[in-house]
């Protein structure tokens, strides 16, 4: 069955420290990547998504993933975070362009960046 | 443009009482989905609807379900509801067929079972 990890369950930066979150999923063929955000107490808001192309992907915010395929992973970056991006991120996969589109997540990511 | 309304979005049940979540999109969206949130486990998926007329289990569907009423409206219902199924539950859609496209929350119901 597809699956996703997410490594770091709870992160706490220091303001203009740099971010990285790990994602890796474990279906082989096709897939598409998304990161969402969630802020305290809000949805799920999509960060950036990736389905084919360049595997560099950039977001909103400053958001940015790289997809490697023979690593089956998706990391999350942002070279400089702020108090603002505090929150839960989520790494998703999708099986792509056949079948249904189920939305596996990983358990999140709880972000705490300290002003 | 609203995007996907769930209500109600705060509920609390007594153990044996019944419910149900109502999810509705304006998007025009082929599928829908019923997650749960639950702290350190991430969204887990109940039941999705690739399109009007179906419906599938996801990873825990034991306890819910599900009816697809029409393309915009995909609801949610505890026949009789256990403190296991005090969560978030959030609904979402999205597009159907060509490159993926991501999924569309709600503002989530927030569900406690007493």
């Known amino acids: 069955a597809q699956s996703v990890s997410q490594h770091n369950h709870h992160v706490i930066l220091s303001e203009a420290a740099s971010l990285e979150l790990g994602c890796n999923y474990s279906y082989g063929g096709t897939v598409n990547l998304f990161w969402y955000v969630q802020y305290p107490g809000q949805h799920l808001q999509l960060l950036l998504k990736?389905?084919?192309?360049?595997?560099l992907v950039k977001g909103i915010k400053g958001f940015e993933a790289e997809f490697i395929k023979s690593k089956f992973s998706f990391n999350l970056r942002k070279p400089s975070v702020q108090w603002s991006d505090t929150a839960e991120y989520f790494c998703a996969v999708n099986r792509g362009s056949s079948g249904t589109y189920k939305y596996i997540f990983g358990t999140g990511t709880r972000l705490k960046v300290l002003a | 443009n609203a995007g996907v309304t769930q209500t109600p979005k705060f509920q609390v049940l007594k153990t044996g009482q019944s419910m149900t979540l109502q999810c509705a999109q304006d998007?025009?969206?082929?599928?829908m989905y019923w997650y749960r949130q639950d702290p350190g486990m991430g969204l887990r998926l109940i039941y999705y609807s690739a399109s009007e007329g179906t419906t599938d289990k996801g990873e825990v569907p034991n306890g819910y379900n599900v009816s697809r009423l029409n393309k915009r409206e995909f609801s949610l219902r505890l026949e009789s509801a256990a403190p296991s199924q005090t969560s978030v539950y959030f609904c979402?859609?999205?597009?159907?067929?060509?490159?993926?496209?991501?999924?569309?929350f709600g503002q989530g119901t927030r569900l406690t079972v007493v």
């Open positions: 979402a859609s999205s597009e159907w067929g060509g490159e993926g496209t991501e999924a569309f």
């Open positions: 990736y389905f084919s192309g360049d595997p």
């Open positions: 998007m025009n969206h082929n599928s």
